[in-house]
């Protein structure tokens, strides 16, 4: 099955990054307060590598994190949103992300995005269940599960940037 091209919701319109979307996603990134729960702002280094991974990943998964933006302003990234595949304890997870621009938190977009994602993924992809990996600070991304419907399963310590992080595993199983 090839990439999906386009998802949409009520708001929001999700389509694949491109390397277009270097700034509004060094926005993000390189903003030392959305990225507290990374331990800090990306470099520009790291901001371009997590772009070449997050491409990479459209041709190897048949999907990734993609753009959410407006429906008014389809070539500004207000967020970044989607499923990959990321490692629980030595086993891949589908794990639904979101990491957008702090301008425009406190909308419900993430939320409203990351279940697009979880739709797709219990119908598209036939996945029985739907993570979220959360550094056990970021209140904001629980709420984020939560509302999308998971309960927090397993509690784990992740390294990460040098540091040792507790994370907690949230689920959302197929219905
Ligand atoms: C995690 C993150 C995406 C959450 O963003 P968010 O805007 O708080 O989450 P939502 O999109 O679900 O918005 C929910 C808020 O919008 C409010 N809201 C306003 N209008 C709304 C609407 N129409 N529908 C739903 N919620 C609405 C909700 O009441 C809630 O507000 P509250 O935080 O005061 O309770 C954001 O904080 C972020 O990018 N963080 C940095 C990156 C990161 O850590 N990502 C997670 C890694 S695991």
Redesign the pocket.
Known sequence: MGPVSELRTERLALRQMTSDDLLALSAIMQDAE?MT?YEGPFSEGETQGWLDRTLGSYAEWGHGLYAVTLPQDPAWMI?QCGLTYQDLEGEPVLEV????NRAV???????EAAQAWIGYAFGALGADEVY????DT?L??M??AI?CGMAVRRRFVKHYRGVEMPHLAFSVRRP
């Open positions: 959305t729960a967020g992300g979101y990491l957008f938190w406190g909308h419900g977009y993430a939320t979220a990996i959360v550094r970021n904001r991304s709420n984020v509302r």
